[in-house]
């Protein structure tokens, strides 16, 4: 009997270590991380993908999916993380709520205004959260930006670090000689990854051409 019992809490210690991850995480984007080589997606919420870019109130470009990134590398540091298993996502991904410090980092994304509450997987416990974020004009919520579930439907925009996507589409082949080209075609302004986007008519290299 006390075999048995000693093989019980065996495999129920090792069931329960399957469900919990604790160590040190890289950050591969805004919302998914990396430990012990286990590839997580924080459950919940949906971050701006790192390759996106989003308008700030006066209008102008910027990087928010990389600084949705910096944010959270940032924040996370060289601190042990612990995350705890929700689900496995169709990728084999671990989906999980992850702690640091005590905090959990899944609602602190969604606070800081780096991701969204994503409630088709149950990220309706964050709307009340995401709610203050956008009263206060945090992260993305300072300007226009678009949702990034809508982001990753659109074969034209490039593929996000921790977002797999089915094989690229081939190179567009929408040419424009000049900006005053692209605005005569109604096309303007270009964003990276958009047919007809291309580095030179991208003055100051921020994702953005023609955009004045």
Same mark, same amino acid.
């Given at each position: 009997m006390l075999r048995l019992l000693t093989l019980l809490l065996t495999l129920l210690s090792l069931a329960q270590a399957q469900q919990t991850l604790t160590g040190r995480a890289s950050v591969i984007d805004g919302d998914t991380l990396e430990v012990q080589g286990v *590839?997580? *997606? %924080? &459950?919940g919420i949906d971050a701006v993908e790192s390759s996106q870019t989003c308008l700030d109130a006066s209008g102008k470009a910027w990087p928010c999916g990389r600084r949705a990134a910096f944010a959270l590398a940032d924040f996370l540091g060289q601190r042990t993380v612990r995350c705890e298993r929700r689900d496995t996502d169709r990728y084999g991904r671990m989906v999980a709520v992850c702690y640091v410090g005590g905090i959990e980092i899944n609602r602190w994304l969604v606070?800081?205004? &780096? !991701? %969204? !509450? =994503?409630v088709? =997987?149950?990220?309706?416990? =964050? %709307?009340?959260t995401q709610q203050q974020a956008q009263a206060l004009k945090r992260g993305i919520w300072q300007g226009r930006f678009t949702p990034p579930w809508e982001y990753r439907r659109?074969? !034209?925009n490039p593929p996000s670090a921790g977002a797999p996507r089915s094989p690229a589409t081939p190179p567009s082949s929408v040419y424009y000689r000049s900006c005053a080209e692209a605005r005569a075609a109604g096309a303007a302004p270009l964003y990276r990854g958009q047919p007809g986007y291309r580095p030179g008519l991208d003055r100051d290299g921020d994702g953005v051409a023609c955009e004045r």
């Open positions: *590839r997580i *997606r %924080l &459950w606070e800081q205004g &780096w !991701a %969204l !509450a =994503y088709r =997987y149950g990220g309706s416990v =964050y %709307l009340n659109n074969p !034209a």
